[in-house]
């Protein structure tokens, strides 16, 4: 049976929630599930807006059909194609073999890899300042290349002021009934997962994010519909401000990312009485177990604090396979502009710190503190010693 919700008077939500997908894009763990959104507009032509995942076809097509209300299908609008908004096209245009593509000559392109040429007589090319008029309502396309991939636009829909963004402004986790972002506590229940979308997805792509938001400045906007997450009616400045400072590598907060690894609860103990030092010292603390804590996660955090510890135990004469993996996702997000501090441990030849500084040292505008500590198997009284100094100097390098 359907499952739709009115966005406006000519505008339905026909996506679908997939609670039963735990890992997205083969890496990202999910608690609560993903959301693919698609919209249906009905005018003197009817225009879909992107499709959903194969995981939902089948409520997918019922929500179409349901939405249509007996009309054909006009056109079908493709911002982006990555397989969770593209993979069930084809078998949408197998019902609607009336309808043509819309999109620009590199989704066209990308519709050649995944799906051959068969659709090829269907599609009408627009590009960058195209207009498609289609009733009363009109939209206008925009590039956004590399928010995600590089064949990715938007579209404007002039009349209702509409800005359909693709992947920007999205969220990890299912609707659940919601739609609408004040429909829900955004900042204070999806602000965690809406980051940690961004920075792992599209963290890398920050100038083209920068490029995207201010074209999108010159707009006059009421709605923005993503292709994940809700639909923004309000608060756009709240958003486009976190979106600013992620694209921007700027922290949200000053506050200390503490990750490490830890063998046997030595290197643990080590960040436990550093944390303890820095909360004293009323510095905002968060605390994460590499063995426990996906990476994902840290990215995140570690694109919403100013300062990042990293505690590694030597293994192999190397850094921790783990604390190793995070700097290597660090790197490849290009996150710059933090403040490190470095915490090693080696039975007998300890070598991650210096190892550690050097994976930093590949990442733009780091600054790391002299105040390091090597710990040999445990913390003794000299390395706690120097454990206080460094939450002195951490403290110091926050005013
Ligand atoms: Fe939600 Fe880049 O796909």
Redesign the pocket.
């Known amino acids: 049976m359907h499952c739709v919700r009115k966005v406006n008077e000519s505008l339905t939500w026909v996506g679908a929630d997939d609670r039963k997908i735990h890992i997205f ?1 083969g890496i990202y763990p999910l608690k609560r599930g993903m959301s ?1 959104n698609s919209y249906l507009l009905k005018d003197e032509k009817t225009v879909l807006l992107d499709t959903v995942d194969k995981a939902c076809l089948e409520t997918f097509l019922e929500n179409v059909e349901f939405a249509l209300a007996g009309r054909k299908l006009d056109y079908v609008i493709v911002h ?1 194609m ?1 397989p ?2 593209s993979s069930t096209l084809k078998t949408l245009l197998d019902y609607h073999k009336e309808a043509t593509i819309v999109c620009n000559q590199k989704i066209l392109n990308m519709i050649h890899q995944f799906f051959g040429k068969d659709l090829d007589a269907k599609v009408h090319l627009v590009n960058e300042g195209d207009t498609l008029n289609v009733g009363e309502h009109t939209f206008t396309f925009v590039n956004a290349p590399m928010v ?2 590089p064949e ?1 636009m938007m579209s404007y829909e002039m009349k209702d002021k509409i800005l359909f963004s ?2 920007a402004f ?1 969220t990890f986790g299912a609707l659940n009934g919601h739609l609408f972002n004040d429909e829900v506590d955004f900042f204070n229940d999806y602000l965690d997962e809406a980051r940690r979308y961004y920075t792992n ?1 599209v963290g890398k792509y920050g100038p083209q994010v920068q490029a995207v938001l201010k074209k999108a400045s010159g707009l006059d906007i009421k709605l923005i519909c993503p ?2 997450g809700f639909v923004w009616r309000n608060d756009f400045a709240k958003i486009i401000e976190k979106y600013n400072l992620w694209s921007t590598y700027t922290p949200e907060e000053k506050g200390v990312l503490i990750a490490y690894s830890s063998v046997y609860g030595h290197t643990e103990n080590a960040m436990n009485i550093l944390a303890c030092q820095l909360v004293k010292r009323g510095v905002k603390v968060d605390v994460y177990d590499l063995s426990l804590t996906d990476v994902s996660v840290v990215v995140s955090n570690a694109f919403k604090y100013s300062h990042i510890v990293l505690g590694s135990t030597t293994y192999n004469m190397g850094i921790f396979l783990l604390m190793h993996n995070l700097l290597h996702d660090l790197q490849a997000h290009n996150l710059s502009s933090r403040t490190i501090a470095i915490v090693e441990n080696g039975s007998w030849a300890p070598q991650a710190g210096k190892l550690m500084k050097e994976e930093v040292n590949k990442m733009k505008n780091m600054t790391i503190l002299e105040e390091d500590v090597t710990i040999k198997s445990s913390v003794d009284e000299d390395s706690y010693l120097k454990l206080i100094a460094l939450a002195d100097a951490i403290k110091k390098s926050l005013e």
């Open positions: 894009e693919y982006h990555e969770d908004h995600h991939w990715v693709a992947d999205g997805i292709l994940h």
